[in-house]
């Protein structure tokens, strides 16, 4: 039980990626981060950053009252308390499972009486009970995944790191340990910081979402807040398959570009900014939720209807609305296939981007320093 603070935390990787950028972050004791972005978005970086295996190249991490990484200290992996599970190779194949499971506690000395009575213990808490001998061989993905879960929470550690430890499963199953994981966590208390690409997974097991695009975070805050207030655009395509649509905005409102679509400025939520800039027409992103944009069947509408998958609530569709493809979650509508549609959007977000966007966020900005990054050396301390 334990709480996680990255301060200011940029990490610069050898000829000069930047994994991290100013990362702020304070995860409370006993809660459950899900970190969300996409592919290269420093995911891994940043659970390599706690876990110490990377170094920051700025800013510092503390776990507790002590500090566990800076530009120039740097605490050793076992030595930070922490549990963690990866995708794959979790497991290793040539011990049994008891003496996976017991490994940490070997490691750290434990007498042998008090390890097997923990590693019973453990695989008691994973459903694995009497599983000590067994061949990991000859168990199913998700047991061996249990197995890598118990041997990451035998030693109790302080903080439990998961890097998709679920992503490498199929359904039903997955759901399912996604399930006891989040009351298994609970149980124990244990502060977690789990990776997922998986938007749902996230949103299912989170108390906070973290979401991260090129190392800098969006967006923190519970699910349904960054579902129903994304603080980007970016947030509300990836997280809630906004549409995002190029145009131009006034204090009137929103004009597309190439497209009939207007939006006036009733509809909109500015984000980043409080109004619209007062000079006319700055280039700005709408992105619009499926669930504000509401479909009308009518032959004579001016959409089509080209994708429609069914849904627990309604149909997911994509229409196509003069060359415009939106998609639409409209509760209670079955549309088919080619269907005519008249298309209303209720409401939408709106950004500036470009040279207003760069303005905009300076303003909001201009309080906080901003560092020149400099590439470690040695890069990754493994
Ligand atoms: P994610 O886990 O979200 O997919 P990563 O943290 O693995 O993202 O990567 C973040 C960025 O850092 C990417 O641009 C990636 O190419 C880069 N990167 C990751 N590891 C290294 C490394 N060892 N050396 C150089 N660049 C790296
Ligand atoms: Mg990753």
Redesign the pocket.
Known sequence: MSTVILDQVSLA?P?G?L?LADIDLNIGDGEFIALV?P???????LLRTVAGFATPTLGEVRIDDTIVASSTHSVEPERRGLGMVFQQHAVWPHWNVGRNVEYPLRRAGVPRAERLQRVTETLALVGLSGYEKRNPATLSGGQRQRVAIARAIVARPRVLLLDEALSALDEPLRDRLRLELRQLTRELGLTVIHVTHDRNEALALADRLVV?EG?RIQQQGTPAEVLRAPATTFVANFIADATLIEGTVSPKGFTADDHPLTLASAALEMLGISSPPAASNAAAELAVLPEHVRITADPAGDAVVVSSLFGRDGDDLVVDWRGLRLRSRAHGVRCERGTHVRVDIERAFVALIGEGADSAAAARSSSQTKHALTPEPQ??VI
């Open positions: 990787y000829g990626t994994g972005g592919s290269g978005s420093g995911k891994t970086t991260l190392g890069g990754v």
